[in-house]
C-alpha cells in the first residue's frame, strides 16, 4: 500500500471562493478506480509554507501509475493545479 | 485530532545498523500519553529529499503540548533526533 500525498499552497487568500473551489474540484479525483481514502487535510503547522494536502491510497505502484495518467486527473492538474498552485510538495509513504 | 508528522533523513546510510536503532530509539515515543497511532513510514517519492516519516495523532493541542515537552521526546530530540537527523520537515493536519 502506498500513501499518495500532495501538500500545497494555493495563490488564493485564505478563506476565498476561489480557494472553495480548487477544494471542490479535486471530489472529481475520488472516482478515480484505484484511489482509496481520499483525504481534504489543512497543513497547520508554522514550520512550512503550505496549508493544504490532498491524500489517498492505491493498493500498488499500478494503480497509483493508472492515476497519474487517468484523464480526470490530468484535467485536474492542467485546468487547477498548475494555474492555481503557487506550491507544492508531493510526499509518498509506504509503512516500515 | 490533529495528525503530527515529521520527514526527515537520517545523517546515516540506508540500510545501516545506525539508521535501524533511530528507528527502534523512536519507540519511546509511542508511550507517551496521548499519542495515538503511532506509525514509522518510509517516504519513497524522489520528489523530495526525505527518506522516514514519524507520524502520530493527538486528540487535540493539549495533547500536543503534552507531549512536546515530556521528558521521553526531549530526550529522544537531543539524544538521537538533533545528532542523527541530516534534514527535517514538521507538517500537521486536520481534517477539512
Request: glycine share 4%; charged share 20%; hydrophobic share 45%.
Amino acid at each position: 500500500m502506498i500513501i499518495h500525498t500532495a501538500l500545497f499552497r494555493l495563490k488564493h487568500a485564505n478563506g476565498s471562493a476561489q480557494e472553495a473551489a480548487v477544494l471542490k474540484a479535486a471530489d472529481i479525483l475520488v472516482a478515480i478506480p484505484g484511489v482509496e481514502n481520499f483525504q481534504k487535510l489543512r497543513q497547520v503547522s508554522a514550520k512550512n509554507e503550505f496549508t493544504f494536502c490532498f491524500s489517498m491510497e492505491f493498493n500498488s505502484q499500478k494503480e497509483y501509475d493508472f492515476y497519474n495518467v487517468h484523464p480526470d486527473h490530468v484535467a485536474f492538474v492542467q485546468g487547477k493545479w498548475i494555474p492555481e498552485v503557487a506550491n507544492f510538495m508531493e510526499v509518498d509513504y509506504v509503512k516500515i
